[in-house]
C-alpha cells in the first residue's frame, strides 16, 4: 500500500517519472537476469551482516522527504529499490515530523530543520550540486540528514549515501561534505544516427532514433541513473564525426524527449555540430563563418533548440580534423569558427567544446606538435564561453602518453580534457584494462605553467588561473550489450571517469576499491583480489602493447592487435612513422635534435624530458630515439628491457587470470564466466603483441631473445598477412 502512494504521488509529477515506475515495477522481470551486469554498481544487493543491516534499517525506518519535484520522485523511487534490494522491503516515508523520524532528505526550502544555522553554513560553500549528510541534533533529537541547495544535489547525496550504505559501513562517523570540483562532466557518445558507434566495442547505439520521440526505452532511464549516481551531469549525443541531420528539426523533437528524461537526474544534453550543417541542411552555398547569413543560420538553429531544450548545454565540434569540415576551408581561424557558435548559444547560457585534436599529414611536421601550433597562437581569441577541449596526449588515446603539451600553454583560454574510456587502443572490449590509473597520471602530470604544482588537474578545474568554467569529456563505452560496456570492467571505466570528474584528488586504488565493493560485495578477499587485478592491469596492457613510450603500434583501420609493420598510406597513420626503428636503434626523437616537440612544454618539463638521466623510462621512446644497446637504469641493454617489458606484461595477464579464477565460488557463474574467458582472450592478444612485436623489432635489432622470456613463437610474415574482417570499428576512410 505504502508502495503505492509513492508510486501514485510519483505518478503525478510527469511522464518521465512514470517511465521510471514502469520501469521499477518491472524490477521483477530484471531480477531474472540478476548477474549479467546489467545493473551496473546499483545493485543494492541483500545485506546479511548485522551491523551493517541495522545501521540501514536505522536510516530507513522513517524519512521524511518532501515530494516537491520530478527530482525528488527519482530520490524517493530509488530509495524504495535500495531498500528492497538490501532489506528485502521499502523504506518507510512521511511528509511529516509528527512520526519517529529517523532521516531526512531535502533542501533547506523543504524543512525547518534544514534551515538551521549549522546547515545553512555548511550549505554556503557547496554550490547547486554539492551535499552535506550528517547526523543533526534537532529539538532534543538526532537526524540523518542530507541537505543541499537543490534537488539535483540531494539526489547526488542519496546516491552517495546509497554507496555508503552498500559498502560495508555501520555507522557514519563523520560528515560528508561533498562538492565537484569541475562543473561540466560530460560523456561524449560517438554515436552515429544509424546507430553504428565509432570505436565502439558493447553493441550498437542506445540511442534508439527511429523510435523516439515516441517511445523511451526504459534503458534511456536506466543511463541517467547510472550517470547520476556518479555525478555525471551532461551528455554529448553524437559521434563528433558528425551528421548534420541531428540538428533538423525531426531530430531535435527526438533529442528533446531524450532530454525530457535526463532534466530531473540532472543530465544536460549536447550536441555535435557538423560545421557545413548551413550547406547540407540550411541550403546556404557556403559556411564561412564570417558570412553574416551563415551566422544568422545558426543563430536560428539555436534559437530553436532552445525553443525545445531551453537547458540545452550546447556544442562539441570537431573541425578540420580527419576529413571533417571546418572554419579553414574558407581561411577563417578555428576562433572565427567556435566564435559563432559561441555568441549562438551565449543568451542561453550555452557553451561549445571546441576540439583541439587537429592535424594534417600536409603539414611537414610531427603529428604531436600541431595542435599546439594551430591553437597557441589563438590563446585570448575565444569568447568567453569556449572551451579548447584537449585529449590527455599529444597523439591519441594511446594506452600511455606524456600529459599534452597545450595544458599549460592557453592561460587565457578554458581547457577542458578529454580523456578516451571506450578501449580503442587498449584492447577494446574484451580487456581488462582499469583505467583510472591512466586518467590520473594526465590529471596529477604537473605542467610547471605557473611554477611547480600546476598541475593538468588545476587547469582543468580552473584554480590554477581562478576560472569559474571547468569542464571534463570521457568518450564513452556504452552500448547496447545487456552489461552496457562489453567487459564487465569496462564499468569500472564509466564509473571512474565520473568519479574522478567529481573529484580528481581520489586515488585509483580508492575508486577501484569503491566499485568492486559496489559491484561484487564486501567479502575482503574478493575486493582484495579484484582491486590488485584492477590496478596492475594499465601497466600491464602497456607493457604487452607498447612499453617504454613506444605508441601507435596497432593495426591498421579497426586499431585491434599489433601492426609495428604498418608502413601504407598517409605517413602519420603508420606505426613506422612513430617507432622510427632501423639498424641504429629505436624512438621518436622530439628533441632538439628531432622535431623538437620537446619545446612546446614549460622548460622545467622540456628539460626533465630531454636529459636522458631524467627522462622517465617510462616516456623515454616518446622522446628519444636510442641505439639498441642504449644502457637502461636496469643495466640491460634497450633492446633487452624491451623484451622484458612485453614479457612482463604477458606475465602480469597471466596472474591477474590466476587471481581471477580463484575467485571462482564468489562470484555467480554468468559474470565470472565471461571475465575469466575474456581473460582467456587478453592472455593469447597480450602473446600476439609480444611475438609479433618482438620479432618485428628483432628484425632491426639484430640481436637474440635474452633467456628470461619465453621464445616468442611464430612467423612474423603470418603475423603481418593476419586480416580481421571481424573486428569492430572500421571506417572505409580509416
Ligand atoms: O582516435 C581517433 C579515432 C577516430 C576518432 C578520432 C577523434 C571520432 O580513431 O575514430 O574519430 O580519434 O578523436 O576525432
Redesign the pocket.
Known sequence: MRNFVIYRNAKRVCVYTNLLLCFFIAVPAFNSYADDGYKLWLRYEPISEPAQKAFVQKVFAKIVLNNSSPTFSIIQAELVRAGQGMLGFAPSFSQSFAEEVTSVIGTPADFLILRSEEIKKQLLTLGAEGYYIAYHNFQNKKYLIIAANQPVGVLYGTFHLLRYLQSGNSSLLKPIIEFPKIKNRILNH?DNLDRTV??GYAGFSIWDWHKLPDYVDPRYIEYARANASIGINGTVLT???ANALVLSPEYIEKVKALADVFRPYGLKVYLTARFSAPIEIGALKTADPLVPEVRAWWKNKVDELYRSIPDFGGFLV?AN??GQPGPQNYNRSHADGANMLAEAVAPYGGIVMW?A?VYSHEVPEDRAKQANNEFEPLDGKFQENVFIQV?NGAI??QPREPFHPLFGKMPKTPLALELQITQ?YLGQATNLVYLAPLFKECLDADTYAQGKGSTVAKIIDGSLYQRNLSAIAGVANIGTDRNWTGHLFGQSNWYAFGRLAWNHELSSAQIAEEWTRLTFGNSPDVIQSIRKIMLDSREAVVNYSTPLGLHHLMGKNH?YGPGPWVSEGRPDWTSVYYHQADSLGIGFDRTAKGSNALSQYAPEVAREFANLQTCPEKYLLWFHHLPWDYKMKSGNTLWKELCLKYEEGLRTVIQMEEAWNKLGTQIDTERYEQVRAFLKIQEKEAKWWKNSCLLYFQQFSKQTFPTEIEKPQGDIEKYMNQKFPHAP?I?PS?
Open positions: 560517438w565509432e570505436r559521434n563528433v564525426n570537431k580534423s580527419e576540439r585534436f585529449k591519441d588515446f580503442e586499431h570499428g571506417k580509416w
